[in-house]
C-alpha cells in the first residue's frame, strides 16, 4: 500500500493497544517510498516515560505526538516530540507562531503596545508573535475568570472591554479600570486566594 499510495507520512499508534508496535519494521517502509514515521503516544506517553514500553523515537520514529493530560497526568496540552534538530526547528516554526497565534492587531499599534493598553485598565493580556515574525497578535485567555465562577454573559463583558481599551486615551483606560473593579469584585472566591491587593481588580485574560 505505502508503494502504491507514496504517503508523505505514515502515522503508527492507537487508543487501544495490546502489543508492541513494529516501529522499526514501519521505518523501514517509509524509508522505502520517503515517507516520515510519526507515532501517536497519547496513550501511551505514561508508559514510555516510565520506560515500560519502547521508546518509539529511538525504534525509528522521527516524531512523537503525545496529550500531557492522559497518562501523563498533567494540565491540558500537548507535546511533540523528536531527536532531530533540524525538524525541531520546523515544528517549532509552524506550531509558534504559526497555528498557536492568535488575533492579528498590527492596525492597532502591534501586540506589545496593545498588551500595555489593558494592563492599565486592569485587563491582562500578552503580546504573541505571527508567522510573519512580528510581535503583531494579542492573546487572549480566559483561565483565570472560568473556575472563578464567571459564565459567558461575563466573558462577553470583558471582551468588550478588551476591545474598548484598544483605542482609548490614558484617561479613559484609567476610567475602564474603575469598571473592571466592579466586575472582578463580583468574583469573592478569587479575593479570598488572590495573594495580593494587586492583583483584586485584574483578570488574566
Same mark, same amino acid.
Given at each position: 500500500?505505502?508503494?502504491? +499510495?507514496?504517503?508523505?507520512?505514515?502515522?503508527?499508534?492507537?487508543?487501544?493497544?495490546?502489543?508492541?508496535?513494529?516501529? %522499526?519494521?514501519?521505518? #523501514?517502509?517509509?524509508?522505502?517510498?520517503?515517507?516520515? +514515521?510519526?507515532?501517536?503516544?497519547?496513550? @501511551?506517553?505514561?508508559?514510555?516515560?516510565?520506560? +515500560?514500553?519502547?521508546?518509539? @523515537?529511538?525504534?525509528?520514529? !522521527?516524531?512523537?505526538?503525545?496529550?500531557?493530560?492522559?497518562?501523563?497526568?498533567?494540565?491540558?496540552?500537548?507535546?511533540? #516530540? =523528536?531527536?532531530?534538530?533540524?525538524?525541531?526547528?520546523?515544528?517549532?516554526?509552524?506550531?509558534?507562531?504559526?497555528?498557536? %497565534?492568535?488575533?492579528?492587531?498590527?492596525?492597532?499599534?502591534?501586540?506589545?503596545?496593545?498588551?500595555?493598553?489593558?494592563?492599565? %485598565?486592569?485587563?491582562? =493580556?500578552?503580546?504573541?508573535?505571527?508567522?510573519?515574525?512580528?510581535? %503583531?497578535?494579542?492573546?487572549?485567555? +480566559?483561565?483565570?475568570?472560568?473556575? @472563578?465562577?464567571?459564565? /459567558? !454573559?461575563?466573558?462577553?463583558?470583558?471582551?468588550? @472591554?478588551?476591545?474598548?481599551? /484598544?483605542?482609548?486615551?490614558?484617561?479613559?483606560?484609567?476610567?475602564?479600570?474603575?469598571?473592571?473593579? !466592579? /466586575?472582578?469584585?463580583?468574583?469573592?472566591?478569587?479575593?479570598?486566594?488572590?495573594?495580593?491587593?494587586?492583583? #483584586?481588580?485584574?483578570? !488574566?485574560?
Amino acid at each position: 500500500m505505502a508503494r502504491r +499510495v507514496r504517503p508523505a507520512a505514515i502515522t503508527v499508534g492507537g487508543s487501544l493497544t495490546l502489543s508492541i508496535h513494529d516501529v %522499526a519494521g514501519v521505518r #523501514a517502509v517509509a524509508d522505502d517510498v520517503g515517507a516520515s +514515521v510519526i507515532f501517536d503516544a497519547a496513550h @501511551l506517553s505514561g508508559l514510555i516515560a516510565g520506560r +515500560v514500553w519502547p521508546n518509539p @523515537l529511538v525504534a525509528g520514529a !522521527d516524531v512523537m505526538t503525545m496529550s500531557t493530560y492522559k497518562s501523563l497526568g498533567g494540565p491540558p496540552s500537548g507535546l511533540l #516530540a =523528536t531527536n532531530e534538530p533540524g525538524l525541531a526547528e520546523r515544528l517549532d516554526a509552524i506550531a509558534f507562531p504559526g497555528i498557536t %497565534a492568535n488575533f492579528d492587531v498590527a492596525d492597532h499599534g502591534g501586540g506589545t503596545e496593545c498588551a500595555r493598553r489593558p494592563a492599565q %485598565a486592569g485587563l491582562l =493580556t500578552s503580546a504573541i508573535g505571527l508567522p510573519s515574525g512580528t510581535c %503583531a497578535g494579542l492573546r487572549l485567555g +480566559v483561565n483565570e475568570m472560568i473556575p @472563578l465562577g464567571a459564565s /459567558l !454573559d461575563q466573558v462577553d463583558e470583558v471582551a468588550e @472591554l478588551a476591545e474598548r481599551t /484598544l483605542p482609548a486615551s490614558a484617561p479613559e483606560l484609567e476610567q475602564m479600570a474603575s469598571e473592571v473593579a !466592579d /466586575l472582578r469584585a463580583r468574583f469573592s472566591g478569587f479575593l479570598r486566594t488572590a495573594g495580593s491587593s494587586n492583583r #483584586a481588580s485584574e483578570f !488574566d485574560v
